[in-house]
T-cell receptor, first 112, second 115 residues
Framework: QQQVKQSPQSLIVQKGGISIINCAYENTAFDYFPWYQQFPGKGPALLIAIRPDVSEKKEGRFTISFNKSAKQFSLHIMDSQPGDSATYFCAATLEGFQKLVFGTGTRLLVSP | GAVVSQHPSWVICKSGTSVKIECRSLDFQATTMFWYRQFPKQSLMLMATSNEGSKATYEQGVEKDKFLINHASLTLSTLTVTSAHPEDSSFYIC???????????FGPGTRLLVL
């Protein structure tokens, strides 16, 4: 019940296109839903996070869409750039980031 | 602000030896620190949670006698892999939580290779 399912496993998008990554959860006790970006050999870095009482949050080219009834959330990267090529992890937290449960990750490649 | 460092960034050791990895919050006091392990092309798996001055809480399946965690201060946590074996080779990442902030701040990771 503490799993977060993520798809797709990998994604190739052309430069300027929209990258979409989807996640689903079961535990209604999760209180934040962050997305992390990780480059090879580095630790993950927070991109954007959303509370479950908000349906959408946008920061620059990154948007989270949240569907509470379906227990699903997604990351949209608009105008994708080669520099966005990285692994993206969705996550869900308990007790305000005291426990992070990560999705399985999506390797994004943005072709020039 | 909110920088977390790890030392060393990579380490190679012989099977049977112990390895210590340090995690420091450089510009803030961390109420809680976390240790994760990440195998190649896999997700991060939480190993343990530690609070300053108290015993770490280990996740199910993580051997506490093998992975010793010491949280000596509000800015320093250490992970010691005792009697390391090749299967312990992995990428170890720490993170720190700052009270009132909606995130964990992650370190750059330590790559451990046990020969």
């Amino acid at each position: 019940q503490q799993q977060v399912k993520q798809s797709p496993q990998s994604l190739i998008v052309q430069k300027g296109g929209i990258s979409i990554i989807n996640c689903a959860y079961e535990n209604t006790a999760f209180d934040y839903f962050p997305w992390y970006q990780q480059f090879p050999g580095k630790g993950p870095a927070l991109l954007i996070a959303i509370r479950p009482d908000v349906s959408e949050k946008k920061e620059g080219r990154f948007t989270i869409s949240f569907n509470k009834s379906a227990k699903q959330f997604s990351l949209h990267i608009m105008d994708s750039q080669p520099g966005d090529s990285a692994t993206y992890f969705c996550a869900a937290t308990l007790e305000g980031f005291q426990k992070l449960v990560f999705g399985t990750g999506t390797r994004l490649l943005v072709s020039p | 602000g909110a920088v977390v460092s790890q030392h060393p960034s990579w380490v190679i050791c012989k099977s049977g030896t112990s390895v210590k990895i340090e995690c420091r919050s450089l510009d803030f006091q961390a109420t809680t620190m976390f240790w994760y392990r990440q195998f190649p092309k896999q997700s991060l798996m939480l190993m343990a949670t530690s609070n300053e001055g108290s015993k770490a809480t280990y996740e199910q399946g993580v051997e506490k006698d093998k992975f010793l965690i010491n949280h000596a201060s509000l800015t320093l946590s250490t992970l010691t892999v005792t009697s390391a074996h090749p299967e312990d080779s992995s990428f170890y990442i720490c993170s720190a939580h700052r009270q009132g902030r909606e995130t964990q701040y992650f370190g750059p990771g330590t790559r451990l290779l046990v020969l």
